[in-house]
């Protein structure tokens, strides 16, 4: 920020003694003070105001399972303001930002078997892969702040048809709460041969069921935000022989 204070270090004379609290109290009290928040947004505009991330993401997971109609559209900024800003718990952020949903749409209408080529790439699994969807990388396979990451976030704008990567049987397609894929919102598995299960998670749409085959390039769903999630993206995970790897060693190199 322009006005954020400049600071340039000195030296001091040898045996001269500081004093911390002295420092830290000059300092403050001559600069300006700022208060880091978090803004939650719906369709880009800021609504409510929280103290901490932790506040923001309940909020947004809560409308979430709420199945608000603006669910798809919440976002988190950070702010660093002048003024404290007036802060919401989170039921009452919860009860301002919900929506209601006015029609269903059946999940199921766009099934079909459109298959778009593309350049596959061989692997050593068994397998060969394309790319489901294209676009941005948002959060990388492994290690991350809050936890293991076992798959590849790709960031797209919802609606984004998701190819399968590879050809396979459908073992899931649905909700993944209660079926062993907590987390994931709406999710689709496949079982590419005896080693290798590719999943598609928070997927706004599934557009196929559970037990067709599918081939490789077809569409089988849409990029959304459901599940634990913060933006539209496809969470994209390889499994081999049960435990996940890291798609980039194979695509999105």
Known sequence: MKDLPVYTSCLLKRNVETNDDEIFDKVTSSGTAYYKYYAITNNNTEKVYVENFQEAEEVINKLKE??????????????????????????????????????YVDPYKYIGKTVISEASVPTNLGVTLIRPISGIISSRFGIRARDNHKGLDIAAPKGTAI???????????????????????????????????????????????????????????????????????????????????????????
């Open 66 to 103: 709420k199945n608000s109609a603006n669910s798809d559209k919440l976002g988190i900024v950070e702010k660093y303001e002048t003024a404290k800003a007036e802060f919401k718990d989170v039921e009452t952020s919860v009860n301002e930002l919900y929506e209601k949903k006015n029609t």
């Open 163 to 253: 190819k399968a990567a590879a050809a396979g049987k459908v073992i899931f397609s649905g909700n993944g709460a209660g079926h062993g894929y907590s987390g994931y919102g709406n999710v689709v598995v496949v079982q590419s041969t005896s080693s290798v299960v590719i999943l598609y998670g928070h997927c706004s749409e599934v557009n196929c069921r559970t037990g067709e085959e599918v081939a490789q390039g077809q569409i089988i769903a849409k990029v959304g935000s459901t599940g634990i999630s913060s933006g539209n993206h496809l969470h994209f995970e390889i499994r081999y022989n049960g435990s996940a790897i890291n798609p980039q060693n194979y695509v999105y190199n």
